[in-house]
Every structure is written in structure tokens, then in C-alpha cells.
């Protein structure tokens, strides 16, 4: 199981979003994803339990504000807690209930305000329970170390009803479980659609783009981080790609770039440089030719030979670090010659 804690200011958004369907879908995609999925998209909420008490989104709302009204001191009263079964578990609507009321049990809200409502759009059935931190005598409830407790939770609830396993998050593993490999699915398809924009791209811009238009956020200061579309963000370090990383594969792109379009591609395209270099020595240099003579083609054969003629040409004689040079051997030898003979001199 996996469960998250989170606390808010409002009672009204918290409550809204756990008793109505998605409000980004229509009646007919509801339909049609319902078709397609064979899940419950629409009326996808069912309320497990109401604790202390009753009524609409309104009324909740109403009644959560009132008993929240006890302790001015708090500033955050909404507790929302969710729990979902990890894939291939499967869960009866009443041991939903039941581990609903464990949750509330092990976070202080018992005898608090709370609803329990189950959703049935995902592929994994997963709980929600919105519960008021401030208790009917003014006390509030904790939520201090929350991670652990929920984790701890969760490992407990997987052993009592006999369900699949799932590590805890890394900080409250023992030494020995941290070194278990972890698989993060998440992680792993963004790497690989950073790859994917990378390859071919030269500009900052374009890759920012392309990760834009695979529905990433991209934020970038003195690092770079990607923010899904379900608002989870991961860090470029993470993943194996960051700032200065993507900018190195970005400056190689753009020289590799510029060296292929400086050289020929083939034989072919060679030929036809060779061909027109030849074409416009010729115009500045005409070779003397009969006066019968009509006109001059340069073959594929010549053309070739012409532009190993040209390169050679174009080639130095001597580089430093080549070896001997014969030229230099010849200065010498003339300026001891030289030398020799003004020391005869009387």
C-alpha cells in the first residue's frame, strides 16, 4: 500500500474534490473513458463513513468550519489522507471502510470529524479521508513525523490483510533495506524522453520545447528540473541529466552539426565540387586551345584527378612535429659554409 499525508486551510476544495468527479471531464468523455477503461468515472465517488457528521459538500463544510472555530490557533485544520493498494490487490468496499477507520485512528481523528470516501476511476482503487484536526473539547491533532507514521501504517495494514509488499520511502529504511534497488517509473520515463529531445537538438530553446510539448514544465536556474503533468517534480541530477550535462550534449550536437555540413556527404557530391572548382579556375585561367576547338568537358575521371591534384597542392610540405625538414637542413648547412669561409679570410 501507499499512502500521503498532506495538511490545508480549506475544508470546502479538500471536501469538493473527494465527493465530485473531474471537473476537466465532460459527461460524454466520462462515458467514453468509462467504456474504454471499464472503470467508474462518473459517480466515481462512494462515501465509506461519515464521522461525526452529515449532509453535501456544503454542509460538511459548514459543520467542519464551526468545530475548527474551537482552536484560533491553528492555522492549517484540514487533515486529508489517502491510501491506495499497490496493483493486483484487490479490496472489498467493507475492508475499505476498515482500514479508513485505522488511518484516522492511528493520526488522532477518531473521535474527530472525518469522511471516508472511496474512488473508483484509477486502476487502483484508492481512499480519502478528510478529517478536522481540532477536536470537539478544542485539542488538535498531530501531524508531526506524519511520513513515518504512514508508512509505518501501511507496512502494518499489507501484513493484516495479507497484501503485496511496498518499501517505505528511503529515509525510514533500515541500512540493509536501503540497499535494495528501486525501480521508479516515473524517473525512468523521464530519462528517457530527455534523451529523446536531446538527440538531434542544438538550442537550449528547441530541447525546452520538445520537453514542453511532452507535457513537461521545464524550470531552469542553476539547475535544471522537469515537473510532470500530475505535478511531480524531479530534479535533472536525478535522472542522470543535468544543466551542465544537457549543455555539453548540446554543444556537441551543434559541432557535429557544423562539421557535416562543411564536408561532402559522398563520392558523388565530391565529384561535383571537384567539377566546379575546376569549372571556375578555367573561367580565370582558360587553357590555350586550336581555333577548331568547340568547347571542353570535364569528365567524372578527370574531375577526380583534378581534385587529387588539388589537394595535394593545397597540402603543406612540412609541419612542425613531422619529422625532418629538408629545408631547414639546407639553411643550416649554408650558414656553416658561410661561416666557414669568413673564418679563411686573412
Same mark, same amino acid.
Given at each position: 500500500?501507499?499512502?500521503?499525508? /498532506?495538511?490545508? #486551510?480549506?475544508?470546502?476544495?479538500?471536501?469538493?474534490?473527494?465527493?465530485?468527479?473531474?471537473?476537466?471531464?465532460?459527461?460524454?468523455?466520462?462515458?467514453?473513458?468509462?467504456?474504454?477503461?471499464?472503470?467508474?468515472?462518473?459517480?466515481? #465517488?462512494?462515501?465509506?463513513?461519515?464521522?461525526?457528521?452529515?449532509?453535501?459538500?456544503?454542509?460538511?463544510?459548514?459543520?467542519?468550519?464551526?468545530?475548527?472555530?474551537?482552536?484560533?490557533?491553528?492555522?492549517?485544520?484540514?487533515?486529508?489522507?489517502?491510501?491506495?493498494?499497490?496493483?493486483?490487490?484487490?479490496?472489498?468496499?467493507?475492508?475499505?471502510?476498515?482500514? $479508513?477507520?485505522?488511518?484516522?485512528?492511528?493520526?488522532?481523528?477518531?473521535?474527530?470529524?472525518?469522511?471516508?470516501?472511496?474512488?473508483?476511476? /484509477?486502476?487502483?482503487?484508492?481512499?480519502?479521508?478528510?478529517?478536522?484536526?481540532? $477536536?470537539?473539547?478544542?485539542?488538535?491533532?498531530?501531524?508531526?513525523?506524519?511520513?513515518? +507514521?504512514?508508512?509505518?501504517?501501511? @507496512? @502494518?495494514?499489507?501484513?493484516?490483510?495479507?497484501?503485496?509488499?511496498?518499501?517505505?520511502?528511503?529515509?525510514?529504511?533500515?541500512?540493509?533495506?536501503?540497499?535494495?534497488?528501486?525501480?521508479?517509473?516515473?524517473?525512468?520515463?523521464?530519462?528517457?524522453?530527455?534523451?529523446?529531445?536531446?538527440?538531434?537538438?542544438?538550442?537550449?530553446?528547441?530541447?525546452?520545447?520538445?520537453?514542453?510539448?511532452? $507535457?513537461?514544465?521545464?524550470?531552469?536556474?542553476?539547475?535544471?528540473?522537469?515537473?510532470?503533468?500530475?505535478?511531480?517534480?524531479?530534479?535533472?541530477?536525478?535522472?542522470?541529466?543535468?544543466?551542465?550535462?544537457?549543455?555539453?550534449?548540446?554543444?556537441?550536437?551543434?559541432?557535429?552539426?557544423?562539421?557535416?555540413?562543411?564536408?561532402?556527404?559522398?563520392?558523388?557530391?565530391?565529384?561535383?565540387?571537384?567539377?566546379? /572548382?575546376?569549372?571556375? #579556375?578555367? +573561367?580565370?585561367?582558360?587553357?590555350?586551345?586550336?581555333?577548331?576547338?568547340?568547347?571542353? /568537358?570535364?569528365?567524372?575521371?578527370?574531375?577526380? $584527378?583534378?581534385?587529387?591534384?588539388?589537394?595535394?597542392?593545397?597540402?603543406?610540405?612540412?609541419?612542425?612535429?613531422?619529422?625532418?625538414?629538408?629545408? #631547414?637542413?639546407?639553411?643550416?648547412?649554408?650558414?656553416?659554409?658561410?661561416?666557414?669561409?669568413?673564418?679563411?679570410?686573412?
Amino acid at each position: 500500500m501507499i499512502g500521503k499525508v /498532506t495538511i490545508g #486551510a480549506s475544508f470546502y476544495h479538500c471536501i469538493s474534490y473527494c465527493l465530485e468527479d473531474k471537473r476537466k471531464l465532460s459527461e460524454q468523455q466520462k462515458e467514453q473513458l468509462s467504456f474504454q477503461e471499464g472503470l467508474q468515472h462518473k459517480d466515481r #465517488a462512494e462515501v465509506l463513513e461519515y464521522n461525526h457528521c452529515f449532509g453535501n459538500k456544503r454542509e460538511l463544510t459548514e459543520q467542519f468550519r464551526d468545530v475548527g472555530k474551537l482552536s484560533k490557533r491553528v492555522e492549517k485544520p484540514v487533515m486529508h489522507l489517502s491510501i491506495r493498494s499497490a496493483p493486483g490487490d484487490q479490496l472489498s468496499t467493507e475492508q475499505w471502510r476498515e482500514i $479508513g477507520r485505522a488511518a484516522a485512528k492511528e493520526f488522532g481523528l477518531e473521535d474527530h470529524q472525518y469522511i471516508c470516501v472511496l474512488h473508483k476511476d /484509477t486502476q487502483q482503487p484508492h481512499i480519502h479521508v478528510v478529517g478536522n484536526r481540532v $477536536g470537539y473539547d478544542g485539542k488538535v491533532a498531530s501531524d508531526s513525523n506524519s511520513y513515518a +507514521r504512514m508508512a509505518a501504517l501501511c @507496512r @502494518r495494514l499489507e501484513k493484516e490483510y495479507d497484501l503485496r509488499q511496498v518499501l517505505s520511502p528511503r529515509r525510514f529504511l533500515s541500512p540493509k533495506d536501503r540497499q535494495i534497488p528501486r525501480q521508479d517509473i516515473r524517473k525512468d520515463r523521464l530519462k528517457a524522453e530527455i534523451k529523446q529531445a536531446l538527440q538531434g537538438t542544438r538550442s537550449y530553446q528547441d530541447f525546452e520545447k520538445r520537453m514542453q510539448d511532452k $507535457g513537461y514544465l521545464v524550470d531552469k536556474g542553476r539547475g535544471i528540473a522537469f515537473e510532470d503533468g500530475k505535478k511531480v517534480r524531479t530534479k535533472g541530477s536525478e535522472v542522470g541529466y543535468s544543466l551542465q550535462t544537457i549543455e555539453r550534449v548540446l554543444a556537441q550536437n551543434e559541432q557535429k552539426q557544423r562539421l557535416s555540413s562543411t564536408q561532402p556527404k559522398d563520392k558523388t557530391q565530391q565529384r561535383e565540387m571537384a567539377r566546379k /572548382t575546376v569549372t571556375q #579556375a578555367m +573561367r580565370h585561367h582558360p587553357i590555350p586551345v586550336e581555333e577548331k576547338t568547340i568547347g571542353f /568537358t570535364v569528365s567524372d575521371q578527370m574531375a577526380d $584527378g583534378m581534385s587529387n591534384m588539388v589537394q595535394e597542392l593545397l597540402r603543406p610540405e612540412y609541419s612542425p612535429g613531422a619529422g625532418r625538414n629538408p629545408w #631547414a637542413e639546407e639553411e643550416e648547412w649554408k650558414r656553416k659554409k658561410k661561416k666557414k669561409r669568413q673564418s679563411y679570410r686573412p
